[in-house]
Structures are given as C-alpha cells and as structure tokens.
C-alpha cells in the first residue's frame, strides 16, 4: 500500500449541517481542493458515523479525491452519527416509482436534498458523483434510479451494493448486519459535535427504534438508472451478482463492471484475500470521464473484467489468491458455453446430519482471520458427492459465472431442502469451496417417473464464482440436505432421495485468449487518520472462529469474533481528538443433532464512546443482542437494546418479531 501525502491540490475541510424540508439538519464532512475553479462533488451518503465509526476509513479516499480535484463528501444519514432526526424517519415510500407526483416526492427524499445542496454551493460546478459501500451503494442506485434527469447526478460508483430483490431467504447470516444497524441506529450523538442537546436526540432515536426496519431497503428498478454506473464487488462478498445485473441490464455506454477476489470492503483495503487494486486511481477515471468531461479510455474498459482464481489449496485468510484478470465485452459472454455434466450412478439418499455446513465460512467475510471456508472433507462427507476430473493432459477448466443444477429429488416429507456446492478438490483430496446455492421447497420442471418413485426436477442457480480447475484436479459437485447455520433447518425436512438419471451440473465454461488480460495500478490511499489500536488481554485470547461439539448431548456451538462494519477493525481504537471507541461483536450458533428446532443464532454487539478528559468527560454504551430461534410456526426473532450513561441505564427494551407478526 502506498500512502500519498503529496497531490496536484492542497486541501482543506470543514463540517457542515444541511437542512432538509422539515428543518432537520444532517451532518457532513466536506474535503475541498484549495483552488477558486468549481469543482464537481462526490457523495458518500450512508447510515454510519464518520466522525468514529468510518473515520479511519473515509480519511482513506475523501482527501486523496479532494487533493486530485473534487469536494469529497461524507453525510450521516437522517437519525445516525451526528446528524438530526430518528432512523428511517425521512424515508419514503417510493415503490411506486411511476406515480405521477413521483419528481415531488423525490426532491424531499433526504439523500436528493443533500444532492441539491451539493450542486448549489459556489464551490461546485454543479455535477455530483455518488459513492458507496453496501447500504451506501444501495441508496446511490436508488437515487439514480428515481432522480429525475437531467439533474446534478452524473455517475455512480457502487461497491457491493445490496440487491433488494435478490435476498437470503432462510438464511442466519443476515442477523449479523441486522446486529450491528440495529446497534449502529441505537448510538448517540457526540456532544463534541453537537454540544448539549446530544443526549436530548438520543433519547428521541431510541425511543423511535423498529429493530424489524433495519434490515429493510427501499427498492428500485436497475433498468431505470439513466446515468453511468461502475458497479464493483467482492466474489466473497454478499450481493455480488447485483454487479452482474447491473452489466446486463444497463447499456453498455452507461456501465462497467468489476468482481474481483475481495471480502465485503473497498477494493483497495489491503485484506484478505487480495490481491488489492488501485480503486481510487480507477474511480478517478471513472470520475474525470463523467463528471469533468476528460477524454480517456475509461469506457474503452470490458464491460466486465474478473478475477479468475487458480487451483489453490483451502484457507481461511490467504494473503493473496492465485489468478489472473480477464475482460469479458458482453454480458452473457459469447465467450461463455453452458455445459451439461450428467450425474452417474444409482439413487442415492441424501439426509445430512443438520451440522452440515458448520465449515461453510463466515456468511459476510470481512478480511479477518477465519473467513473463508477451510477444507471442504468434512461437509462433502455428509453430502451425497459427483466428481468429474480435469484431464492431466488437457487444459484447465474455466468457468466464469452462475453454475446451475438439475436435481430430480424425490422428498421424503412435506418439503425438501437442497443445497449444492461447488468444489475443487487436489489429487491429495483437499477441498475448496469454490460456489453454493440452495432451493427449499422451490421445485420447477416436471416430474419424472422412474418405476415406482416420483421424483421433481430441482433447478437452481450456484453463486458466481470465477475459477480456472487445473489439470489432475478434480470438479465436485457435493448436494446436501442440510447447511446450518447459513440455511436455517425445516422442522418437516427430512431429507430426500437423489436420482442421477435427469440430474445434471451445468458449467459455464469460459474460452481464454492470449490477449484478454487486464491490469489495474497498485493500491495507494491518502495518508492515515492516526488512530491506535492498543491490544487487550480479552482480544488476544478470543478465537477468531471457535466451533465446539458436545459428543455426549450431540451439541454443537460455532462462535465467531466478529469484525465490525465501517472498517477501521474492531477493539478499542483511540481518535487524535482523544475518543476512545470500543467495538466488541460475538455470534453464536447452536444446534442439537437431530432436533431442527433446536437452533439458534445469537449475535451480541457492545459499542462504547469514552473521553478521559475532565473538560469532556463522556461515557456511554450501546449493548445490542439480536436472538433467532425455530419454532413449528416458524422463526422467532428477539431483539434487546440497553445503552447507558456511565452506570445509569437510559434504556432499555426488546421486541420479538414473529413470522407475520410483532410484539412488543
């Protein structure tokens, strides 16, 4: 990594409040170019916090695009950090996006107002680019979307954005993110920003907390987005097919697509796995391109480039992955051929022990130390397993894209649960977790009667994955009927029989060519925010993924020292101002061989704001513990928050949300 301190600007910041239509102010940060020309703006717009929480972070990107020529900007959203308001309180309700009085209601949405204000100031010439990660990223295509044009909006860049109409149905792994927002929305203001009203907004936000709001998104229509879009993910990062989506969807002169071998973080992080890019150097591009009107070959790019790993041995935090990066003009890819591979053999019964999946990784790696799968053996011996090896003699096998299966099932309940994985496995018979995907209960074709038996065609879509098998390897396909704790157990599923004749793997093989290579400049970052990290004897003991079996009662636990959204890494991090911010998340899953019903996830989040100074004493905590559990009638989710005041507790309160009902 290369930390710049010296740019063709110098640089100058200040905080701001911008007042919405109903005087709400939110806060934000503005980093400008010293230069009397006005210059375009880039808006991060999301519900975080920036002056603790991301601060490490933006001080990663926002200077370094102020010292190259634009005002870079950082704003809470309405209720978060130090902004105004309740969470969700300026939302509105814009899935009608055809309504007639649809460019009314869209110049009140907070995140539009703030776009307005940007382009108003003299200091802007006018043209404003949105930028985000995860929620942040969701909210610019939202915007872009619905946003009349022509307006200020000139182009996006949207990294892992979440896709609304593409969720994880069953799945626990969201109840970590559903954690740390509902925790995120609990924080108060910091008096050192607001002066004394903070506690007096604190207050107002918990009491407006709806813990089953804050894993809920605003929709919005890709084909409608009318400006340019450099949508960008991580392959081990959630929400990574939306990149997909969005280059098939969207005309190519308004789209460019990058899916490189990342966690859930900024492409230029240096985290596990890399290899790490020069994101900043390749938005600079993107944003000279559309929002100054440079000439370069930014758009000349493929409309997808990729990062096709090589045959590696599994682990959980490679530094790098072997690979290489290849451009693709189209999307599908003409160079793309779907390839049929029969199953072989007789029926086989499939009914997983319900741990299976307990060596599925972390659900949102974040490039920490156990995020990736390990080796695969344990899982694929609880699964019904398809090998088809790769020729010693031959060439590699290259796939690019969405695998499919075809699994004619036959349930031997109500309902089936089908997962498939992907897996490349070393003449040794080591196991890597290369794709996955799951289909309960969601059957399509038609039914195939073999003799006495009546089977359904199961057919579904792995994840994308980009990945080159190498010769004398092996391609697995491994179908379980179980994978806790990322697909939570049906108490009718009990498991079902797998015919081969009518089942299939479906690869999509990608062609190479001598001259398809791609590069991008090394990673390089504004210089660092100056926060420590003094270790604790409780951080250095903790494991970072622990998984215990209790072979007398059949148990099983999985905990997982969980590192924080926002980036910045998690423990105590002391500010240059002098605040100290503590994160500390744990989650834990349970579950009892044999009994779906014993299943639990538990994610635990504490956060906690302290200044030693005499002058500004201040401290608070947030705790949060966010609590699933399987009932017959279906989940039950508990969700508690207590924050207090040094030892006064100022609240304290928990709802359970039950499958079409709450109570509180």
């Known amino acids: 990594m290369r930390f710049r301190t010296s740019f063709p600007y110098e640089t100058t910041h200040e905080d701001v409040r911008i007042a919405l239509p109903d005087s709400t102010r939110l806060y934000g940060r503005v980093w400008r170019p010293l230069t009397d020309e006005p210059v375009p703006a880039l808006l991060e717009y999301a519900p975080d916090r920036l002056t603790d929480a991301t601060a490490a972070r933006d001080a990663q990107r926002h200077p370094w695009y102020a010292g190259h020529g634009y005002a870079s900007v950082r704003v809470d959203a309405r209720g978060y950090g130090n902004s105004e308001g309740v969470p969700g309180g300026g939302a509105h309700d814009l899935a009608d996006d055809l309504a007639d009085d649809l460019a009314e209601e869209i110049d009140e949405v907070d995140e539009v107002v703030v776009l307005n204000w940007l382009a108003d100031q003299p200091w802007c010439s006018g043209r404003v680019g949105m ?282 309940g109500p309902t089936a649960q089908v997962i498939a994985r992907l897996c490349d496995v070393a003449p040794g018979g080591a196991s890597t977790l290369i794709a996955r995907g799951t289909d309960e209960g969601g059957a399509t074709g038609t039914g195939n009667d073999n003799g006495n038996n009546s089977s359904t065609a199961y057919v579904f879509d792995l994840s994308h994955t980009a990945h080159s098998f190498a010769p004398g390897h092996r391609v697995r396909l491994a179908v379980s009927s179980a994978y806790w704790p990322m697909v939570r157990p049906h108490p009718e599923a009990a498991g079902f029989t797998l015919d081969p004749v009518g089942s299939a793997l479906e690869l999509p093989l990608h062609a190479p060519t001598g001259s398809d290579e791609t590069a991008f400049e090394p990673p390089e970052q504004a210089e660092q925010l100056g926060v420590s990290h003094p270790a604790t004897l409780d951080e250095a003991q903790r494991p970072a993924l622990l998984l215990v079996r209790d072979v007398a009662r059949g148990e099983w636990r999985l905990e997982a020292d969980t590192p924080p959204e926002g980036g910045g890494g998690g423990g105590t991090r002391v500010h240059p101002d002098g605040l100290e911010f503590t994160e500390d998340a744990v989650q834990t899953y349970t579950l009892t061989d044999g009994d779906p019903l014993s299943a639990r996830s538990r994610s635990e989040w504490k956060i906690r704001f302290h200044r030693p100074d005499p002058e500004q004493l201040w401290n608070v905590t947030v705790d949060t513990r966010s609590e699933t559990a399987c009932e017959a009638g279906g989940p039950v989710t508990t969700d508690e928050v207590m924050c207090a005041e040094g030892p006064e507790v100022l609240f304290h309160r928990t709802w359970v949300t039950r499958v079409g009902r709450t109570a509180g």
């Open 131 to 412: 930028i985000g990660i995860g929620p942040g990223a969701h909210t610019a295509l939202r915007v872009a979307a619905l946003a009349p044009t022509p307006g200020p909006l000139g182009a996006v860049v949207a990294v892992c954005a979440e896709d609304t109409s593409h969720g994880h149905g069953h799945s626990h792994g969201y109840s970590h993110s559903h954690s740390a927002r509902l925790a995120r929305a609990a924080c108060p203001p910091d008096p050192h920003h607001v002066g004394d009203l903070w506690r007096e907004m604190w207050l107002a936000r918990l009491e407006a907390l709806d813990p089953s709001a804050e894993h809920t998104h605003l929709p919005y229509a890709p084909e409608a987005i009318a400006v340019p879009v450099l949508a960008v993910a991580g392959r081990h990062a959630p929400h990574r097919d939306t990149v997909l989506r969005l280059v098939e969807r969207l005309p190519r002169a308004r789209v460019r697509g990058i899916l490189g071998p990342w966690p859930y973080a900024y492409p230029d992080q240096d985290l596990p796995p890399g290899p790490a890019i020069g994101f900043l150097q390749e938005t600079l591009r993107w944003w000279d391109h559309h929002l100054k009107g440079v000439t370069n070959d930014v758009m000349a790019e493929p409309l997808l480039r990729s990062w096709i790993s090589s045959s590696h041995r599994p682990a959980t935090a490679p530094p790098e992955l072997p690979g290489r990066w290849v451009g693709d003009d189209a999307w599908p890819s003409p160079r793309v051929t779907p390839v049929a591979y029969a199953l072989q053999g007789p029926p086989v019964l499939v009914r997983s022990p319900l741990h299976t999946g307990l060596d599925g990784g972390r659900p949102v790696p974040r490039g920490g130390d156990a995020d990736l799968p390990p080796d695969q053996r344990a899982d694929d011996a609880c699964s019904a397993c398809f090998d088809f090896p790769v020729p010693e003699d031959g060439p590699p096998v290259e796939i690019l894209g969405r695998p499919r299966v075809t699994l004619a099932v036959r349930p031997h």
